[in-house]
């Protein structure tokens, strides 16, 4: 995946906690990070680990790609520590 490597080469676990956001990513496409107690894959090579297919993954990446970006552009708000506040909240 080709991801900015501030989140690519860290490992799994550290970045859903920083950006929940990406944990709802990778499960609605069935990749179930978000309940794995060890979490040390890297990012950029979690989607591979699956064998989703090439297609998947462009749209995996396309869409972490897209949420980071909105991130860095101030589009979406994130809780301090770097979460997105839980639906029904605001900051």
Known sequence: MNLPEE??????????????????????H???CTSCSIGTCLVESVVAVHFLGDETEAVIEKEINAYLESVVNGNEKVCQGGGKPALGYSI
């Open 7 to 28: 989140i690519g080469k860290r490992q799994i676990i550290e970045v859903i906690g920083e950006h929940p956001r990406i944990g709802e990513i990778l499960d609605r």
């Open 30 to 32: 069935g990749i179930g």
